[in-house]
């Protein structure tokens, strides 16, 4: 399969505690992506990578989440500290850099969070 | 800033009827839209998109889409519902990064 990965698909933690997801793009994919999601809501995006430069982040990555992509290939995002209102839906998508607006994304499975 | 708007939360129809899905768009410049399909736990999965060109967009699984820029709209079509088509339906438009509306749930009844 040669689609997007998200890895854990599911993560329970407590208040408190830190996560980390990991994303595999699409191989020849420049772009990453990373959305949230809850319950009865459209996607909210989190910020996105062209190779390994992070470009762009979203008000909603407050300073309790951060993402890489050292190598320009897999991505993490992390988040510290986590509060009951950080679960929801993590997914990760990708698309190539060339006609970037254009082109349509390609969604992971995503990671569901849920904090106890 | 660009947005979609999805009017209505649910849609029901009964199978072999015609499926629209609503979405509106608000955008500066030449619109890029999407729409996106996404079953329960499980990741969104592109249908269609509207780049340029002819206003009627044809996608995935016998969906199309209509392009009206007098109306700002972008209504998602299915000429004959199928039961495998309930999910939620989601339309977008990429400014570099895909700005969503609140998704519209498709039921359709046997």
């Known amino acids: 399969d040669t689609g997007v990965s998200q890895d854990p698909r599911h993560k329970i933690t407590k208040r408190g505690q830190n996560v980390t997801f990991r994303c595999d793009p699409i191989s020849e994919h420049n772009r990453l992506y990373w959305y949230r999601q809850t319950l009865g809501q459209g996607p909210e995006f989190l910020t996105y990578f062209q190779n390994e430069a992070q470009l762009e982040k979203s008000r909603l990555l407050s300073d309790r989440f951060s993402a890489e992509r050292p190598k320009g290939s897999f991505s993490t995002l992390e988040i510290q500290r986590t509060e009951q209102g950080d679960s929801a839906m993590y997914l990760c998508?990708?698309?190539?850099?060339?006609?970037?607006?254009?082109?349509?994304?390609?969604f992971g499975p995503g990671t569901r969070l849920t904090v106890t | 800033a660009q947005s979609v708007a999805q009017p209505e939360d649910q849609v029901n129809v009964a199978e072999g009827n015609p499926l629209t899905v609503k979405c509106t768009y608000s955008v500066s410049g030449n619109p890029y839209l999407f729409w996106y399909v996404q079953y329960p736990n499980r990741g969104l999965q592109f249908l269609l998109k509207?780049?340029?060109?002819?206003?009627l967009v044809k996608g995935s699984y016998g969906f199309e889409a209509e392009f009206n820029k007098s109306q700002t709209s972008f209504h998602l079509k299915k000429p004959s519902a199928l039961v495998s088509d309930s999910a939620l339906y989601f339309c977008?438009?990429?400014?570099?990064?895909?700005?969503f509306g609140a998704g519209t749930t498709v039921t359709v009844r046997a």
């Open positions: 998508a990708s698309s190539p850099l060339n006609q970037a607006l254009s082109y349509e994304q390609y």
């Open positions: 977008a438009v990429n400014d570099y990064k895909l700005s």
């Open positions: 509207y780049i340029t060109g002819d206003n």
